[in-house]
């Protein structure tokens, strides 16, 4: 396929001679690594293997939570993670695992309602029983963990009902015991949701006061940017500006990353507020431009929920589909193999202008154009001689070309850029197919 566009480009006399795009200035120091594409997988302890490269994957929903692990005092289930943990190492899936949340008999009165997991979790443990249960998971997965995260969407009632002085203080003591089990595992913050202002307003702000009294025992703090139902991935730019708003009022230190440990699109709810079903290429933009706009964001990891068949909650379903993907899982792919394993640096956008990620060099540009913020126009750069859309469609192009860039994303690069490109997609591809 490489040979046989790149024959068409050249009879079709598209390829520039000398004519270069100078790269940015500030580069990153190093690829990206494959953890910045992070995803759900709940059948994951039943042996589930997307269609896709996963960088990493977050072990929530995924039956194997605090309560359903330790079901009383002195009882554990490990087959579950067991299980779940093999598989991620079997594919080469980093793996992040969510610590809370508090099993019923850990809990003084009776959990009410029917989620998460039948009403457990709300309640602040008590920390002997917190501790325990940190060093239980520590002390047997060791370096097979990766990260572990705090607590789930502590922010909200269904989830959490302790204060965020208590969430910092089980921060505290957690990282403590993962620090002395295993060095190099990272400790992310509890997550909290930004879309839901009244409870993102009392939590988050104070969480992060109280850490900072902690002296920052946390190695990343996250957010979940779940847009409003009808609301799309420029709107959930604005989340992310909230987030970093607050972190920096928060004076977070510069070490400690932003992760974005849970999103998707047309989501009902809260109250009446509206979903939708996001398909075609529409999905595969939405997919593919989320982990672009965090990558530019400097979002050092992304979990997209979730990788599984649909059920009525979510706005756009990624899985294995016959023999393929559907087309948001497909645009998920093209997004990690335009960025994964390259050197990259991004600039942002406006309403006018598009976002641009650049990770080619001066013989053989290539970069990423799109924008979530407006529309406006773009020239075709001297030496593109090749467009790719997020569904992996690539058709010749002429340098000084007049585009108008949106939220569809847009590869552009050289021949021989192209050619790179096609050799990484047919790396990956193998690594799929190994992992199957």
């Known amino acids: 396929m490489v040979r046989s566009l790149v024959s068409v480009l050249a009879g079709a006399g598209l390829i520039a001679s000398g004519a270069i795009v100078a790269p940015l200035a500030n580069a990153a120091d190093n690829p990206l690594p494959p953890t910045a594409f992070g995803m759900h997988i709940p059948q994951i302890s039943s042996g589930e293997k997307p269609n896709a490269n996963i960088g990493t994957v977050r072990l929530w929903d995924s039956g194997i939570a605090w309560g359903q692990v330790q079901q009383k005092k002195k009882q554990y289930w490990w087959n579950g993670m067991d299980a779940a943990i ?17 099993p019923k008999w850990a809990q003084k009165k009776a959990p009410k309602g029917n989620y998460p997991y039948g009403g457990t979790g709300a309640a ?3 920390m002997s029983t917190w501790k325990a249960w940190v060093k239980a998971v520590c002390n047997r997965y060791g370096a097979s963990i990766d990260a572990y995260q705090i607590w789930n969407e502590a922010n909200l009632s269904d989830f959490y009902t302790g204060s965020p002085k208590q969430m910092a203080s089980l921060t505290k003591e957690a990282y403590k ?15 909290t949701t930004v ?34 139902g009808k609301d799309g ?6 989340l992310l500006d909230q987030g970093k708003k607050d972190m920096k009022k928060g004076k977070v230190p510069a070490r400690v990353e932003l992760w974005d440990t ?3 699109y047309g989501i009902k709810g809260p109250g009446k507020v509206k979903g939708q079903s996001i398909s075609g290429a529409k999905a595969a933009d939405w997919v593919a431009s989320t982990f672009l706009d965090s990558i530019m964001m400097g979002v050092d990891r992304t979990y997209w929920y979730y990788w599984y068949k649909p059920d009525g909650r979510l706005g756009i379903i990624l899985d294995n589909s016959g023999a393929g993907t559907t087309t948001g899982g497909i645009g998920y792919q093209t997004a990690y193999d335009w960025m994964v394993g390259s050197f990259y640096s991004c600039t942002r956008g406006n309403k006018k202008t598009p976002s641009v990620c650049q990770t080619g060099d001066d013989v053989n540009p290539a970069l990423v154009v799109w924008n979530n913020e407006g529309k406006g126009p773009y020239t075709v750069p001297a030496g593109v001689s090749v467009q790719c859309t997020s569904l992996n469609q690539c058709t010749a192009i002429a340098p000084g070309t007049q585009l108008t860039i949106g939220g569809s994303p847009l590869w552009l690069g050289s021949a021989g850029s192209y050619a790179t490109l096609q050799s990484k997609q047919k790396q990956n591809a193998a690594a799929r197919t190994a992992a199957q």
């Open 86 to 102: 093999q598989n991620a190492n079997e594919q080469g899936i980093s793996i992040t695992y969510v610590l809370g949340s508090t």
């Open 124 to 126: 602040n443990p008590d």
């Open 177 to 191: 015991i993962i620090r002395q089990c295993d060095p190099t595992a990272k400790v992310v913050a509890a997550s």
């Open 195 to 228: 879309r839901l202002t009244s409870s993102y307003d009392k939590f988050f702000p104070k969480y992060l006061k109280e850490l900072k009294k902690q002296k920052w025992p946390v190695d990343a703090i996250a957010v979940h940017t779940y847009p409003p």
């Open 233 to 238: 991935p420029g709107d959930r730019l604005a």
């Open 262 to 264: 849970e999103v998707n």
